[in-house]
């Protein structure tokens, strides 16, 4: 069965630092991934997406990830935090029948 | 771009009452909705899957009797926690994509229910 893995329930990282949240998935197949925010009391943004081609992705809010088959890794980057990038960030992989699969998620809380 | 919106943000009610949460795709439609359970500081659990016309297809361990999903239209699809519970409290979202090749899902923002 497909999974994802977030291995840092936690991270805290000064603002204007850069950030790199890990995501690592189980499929067989080349898989579809995707990157959430979401923020306390709010529904799921989606940040970013692989399907196929180019494996480093970019996103919005300057958020970018790369997609590492050799490695199924799927790790989300960005180079400077914004106090306004605290949320909780969700890693997921497309399942059968198009379900995602979430990652158990990470915090990210900017310190000033 | 694509929204989707859930009826009512937050709702209270007593226990044993049944309470209905709306998830409507306002600017397309969608053939397949989804409903996912959020517990505190936990990840999104899919409860079921639901196409417009068709019975849901419950996730193993949901109570389909518990919850139950009615898909009357391409735009709305809404979820029935029947004889709500105080373990029934959660944060329930609901998604929708348009079917076809795979297309992403887009969430709705949440409802939160607390059942007294």
């Known amino acids: 069965a497909q999974s994802v893995t977030q291995p840092d329930i936690h991270i805290t990282v000064s603002e204007g630092a850069s950030l790199e949240l890990r995501c690592n998935y189980s499929?067989?197949?080349?898989?579809?991934l995707f990157w959430y925010v979401q923020s306390p009391g709010q529904g799921l943004q989606l940040l970013l997406k692989?399907?196929?081609?180019?494996?480093l992705v970019q996103g919005i809010k300057g958020f970018e990830a790369e997609f590492k088959r050799s490695q199924s890794s799927f790790n989300l980057r960005k180079p400077s935090v914004h106090w306004s990038d605290a949320a909780e960030y969700f890693c997921a992989v497309v399942s059968y029948g198009n379900k995602l699969v979430f990652g158990a998620g990470t915090i990210l809380r900017v310190k000033s | 771009g694509a929204v989707v919106s859930q009826h009512p943000s937050r709702v209270i009610c007593k226990s044993g009452t049944s309470v209905k949460i709306e998830c409507r795709s306002l600017d397309f439609q969608a053939t397949t909705m989804f409903w996912y359970r959020q517990f505190p500081k936990k990840s999104l659990m899919l409860m079921a899957t639901?196409?417009?016309?068709?019975?849901?297809?419950?996730e193993q361990g949901v109570e389909k009797d518990k919850f139950l999903i009615n898909h009357a239209s391409l735009t709305l699809s809404t979820l029935t926690v029947t004889s709500a519970h105080p373990e029934d409290s959660s944060f329930y979202i609901c998604s929708a994509d348009q079917g076809g090749a795979y297309n992403e899902q887009f969430f709705g923002p949440g409802t939160r229910l607390t059942v007294l």
């Open positions: 499929y067989g197949a080349t898989p579809y």
């Open positions: 639901s196409n417009e016309g068709s019975k849901a297809t419950y």
């Open positions: 692989y399907f196929s081609g180019d494996t």
